[in-house]
């Protein structure tokens, strides 16, 4: 199982987020926080069980989902980001992916929606983490 952490800092949008990698085969939740200030706090105190992956919004208070992935990039480069939002501008895309996300994936606009979701990033980084 690759161990998840998530990112967001819409309270519904990280419950169905969680629900939906919760109910998945493939996925362990070890961490849901607001924004980007709580993880590294979380990461910081060096948990027991360290993500291989995290899923992070972009636009959220504090620290951002670009905040996240510049500082996993430079000081923890074997934990894997995907960054989601609803925009699909490709500069946003384009952005992240320089910065040293493994991924950038448009939010779903539905929870019905987020099973394929949770595949796409499980075909992203399966091979990979498992």
Not at 10 to 34: K, L, Q
Not at 61 to 66: A, I, L, S, T, V
Not at 73 to 87: D, K, L, M, N
């Amino acid at each position: 199982m690759i161990t998840l952490a998530i990112v967001e800092n819409d309270e519904d949008e990280r419950f169905f987020m969680a629900e939906a990698f919760g109910a998945s085969n493939g996925f362990e939740i070890v961490g849901e926080f607001g924004n980007g200030d709580q993880l590294l706090e979380w990461l910081a105190n060096k948990p027991r069980q360290q993500p291989q992956l995290i899923v992070t919004d972009l636009n959220m208070p504090g620290k951002n989902g670009y905040d996240i992935i510049t500082e996993m990039h430079a000081t923890r480069p074997e934990i894997r980001v995907i960054a989601t939002s609803t925009s699909s501008i490709d500069a946003t895309r384009e952005r992240c992916l320089r910065l040293g996300a493994r991924e950038f994936l448009i939010k779903p606009d539905v929870f019905t929606e987020y099973n394929g979701f949770v595949n796409q990033v499980f075909n992203m980084v399966g091979q990979e983490l498992i």
